[in-house]
């Protein structure tokens, strides 16, 4: 932000969304992508945020819904969910209850799952390119390591600086969530 010279514009804060400590009435908007599934309960960052918003400000909101509640119970989405360390989705239409209860008007809702299928087929791609790697590092190294292979590994390894941790992540651009929520 100093580079740019916009850190007079630009204030980080670390809090929970769904319990701000903002001013009442301070934003003309706010963007949610991807991490308000991560709400422990939903109503009540709908709530926070609507206090939040000035009047006529909008909430816009990027992340999956389930087409029915009782969904988040289906074993193969509740293990998904598990895996992000989601506790549940929300269907659009409990979403949009919550957002009239707690004062919300004007609410719309657009299904983005045809914009997003080539990315998602990319990622169901990668997952079985890393499933069968796990497989292949499992049963190459599931055996002890011979003299040779110790010594080809050291060779590979790089030295780190103090706490320096170095990992390798790989991830395809243009990823987003099947559903976006405007209102």
């Known amino acids: 932000m100093q580079k740019k010279n916009i850190s007079d514009l630009v204030d980080f804060e670390v809090m929970d ?25 939903k109503e009540k960052f709908i709530k926070e945020a609507y206090c939040l918003l000035k009047s006529g400000g909008r909430l816009v909101v990027a992340i999956g819904f389930v087409p029915e509640f009782e969904n988040n119970e ?17 269907s659009a ?19 983005i799952s045809k914009e997003t299928a080539h990315s998602s087929r990319r990622l169901y791609k990668y997952y079985f390119l890393g499933s069968l790697f796990l497989l292949w590092k499992k049963i190459n190294f599931s055996k002890s390591a011979t003299e040779m292979q110790k010594k080809e590994y050291q060779g590979l390894q790089i030295p780190l600086q ?20 405007f209102t």
């Not at 009435?25 to 963007?31: L, T, Y």
């Not at 289906?74 to 929300?90: A, M, S, T």
């Not at 990992?167 to 990823?175: F, N, Q, S, T």
């Open 93 to 111: 239409q409990r979403f949009e209850t919550f957002m009239r209860q707690n004062g919300f008007t004007n609410i719309g809702f657009k299904n």
């Open 74 to 90: 289906n074993p193969i989405i509740r293990q998904w969910l598990d895996g992000w360390q989601v506790n549940y989705l929300e």
């Open 17 to 41: 969304y769904s319990a701000t400590t903002f001013t009442d009435a301070g934003f003309d908007m706010i963007w949610g992508c991807e991490s308000i599934c991560y709400a422990d309960d």
């Open 162 to 181: 103090g706490n320096e941790k170095r990992a390798l992540a790989v991830r395809p651009d243009g990823w987003h969530k099947s559903l976006i929520a």
